[in-house]
T-cell receptor, first 115, second 114 residues
Framework: GDSVTQMEGPVTLSEEAFLTINCTYT??????LFWYVQYPGEGLQLLLK?????DKGSNKGFEATYRKETTSFHLEKGSVQVSDSAVYFC??????????????FGRGTSLIVHP | KAGVTQTPRYLIKTRGQQVTLSCSPI?????VSWYQQTPGQGLQFLFE???????NKGNFPGRFSGRQFSNSRSEMNVSTLELGDSALYLC?????????????FGSGTRLTVV
């Protein structure tokens, strides 16, 4: 079945450092890929998405590129801020025959940014 | 526009009781899904409703049930609560049943079973 593997956290960085959170996936079909962010005490928010190979999703300075050849969708940001401290979830959604599109989520990676 | 609204935000229940959680999706969103989030298991899919019909169900016991109303609002019910049911329950709505759509999540209901 479909699965998403994320690097384990927490990832601890200083403000203005470069961020990479690795995400790889296995899927039966040709999935769409997503990054979600969860701030303390809140639900998940869609951060960015990519629906086909070589697409780059971007939002709020975060970027991720859909790499079909390496089945990866790594999240990057050039300069993190304290306010980026949160848990980040990689997810895939796969239109299998029969219409099942329920997203599969990774376990989440906690990011802690120090001033 | 209003986001996904979940009520209540917090609940404390005793073992053996039952609980009902409510979710109002974004206006126009017809698909509503429920997830259980725990530190040990992460996000686990409970069920999905579309046009008042349950379309998918996760691997949870029959104590967990849900329904969707004609206005797309959804409720989930857990009967005979166990300590292990303590979790953050998240509702998410989507515009349609397609892999290209993302989910919009509510802030969740934090259920504590004592």
């Amino acid at each position: 079945g479909d699965s998403v593997t994320q690097m384990e956290g927490p990832v601890t960085l200083s403000e203005e450092a470069f961020l990479t959170i690795n995400c790889t996936y296995t899927a039966t079909g040709y999935p769409s890929l997503f990054w979600y962010v969860q701030y303390p005490g809140e639900g998940l928010q869609l951060l960015l998405k990519a629906t086909k190979a070589d697409d780059k999703g971007s939002n709020k300075g975060f970027e991720a590129t859909y790499r079909k050849e390496t089945t990866s969708f790594h999240l990057e940001k050039g300069s993190v801020q304290v306010s980026d401290s949160a848990v980040y979830f990689c997810a895939l959604s796969d239109n299998l025959s029969g219409g099942s599109y329920i997203p599969t989520f990774g376990r989440g990676t906690s990011l802690i940014v120090h001033p | 526009k209003a986001g996904v609204t979940q009520t209540p935000r917090y609940l404390i229940k005793t073992r053996g009781q039952q609980v009902t959680l409510s979710c109002s999706p974004i206006s126009g969103h017809r698909s509503v899904s429920w997830y259980q989030q725990t530190p040990g298991q992460g996000l686990q899919f409970l069920f999905e409703y579309f046009s008042e019909t349950q379309r998918n169900k996760g691997n949870f016991p029959g104590r967990f049930s849900g329904r969707q109303f004609s206005n797309s609002r959804s409720e989930m019910n857990v009967s005979t609560l166990e300590l292990g049911d303590s979790a953050l329950y998240l509702c998410a709505s989507s515009l349609g049943r397609d892999s290209n759509y993302g989910y919009t999540f509510g802030s969740g209901t934090r259920l504590t079973v004592v």
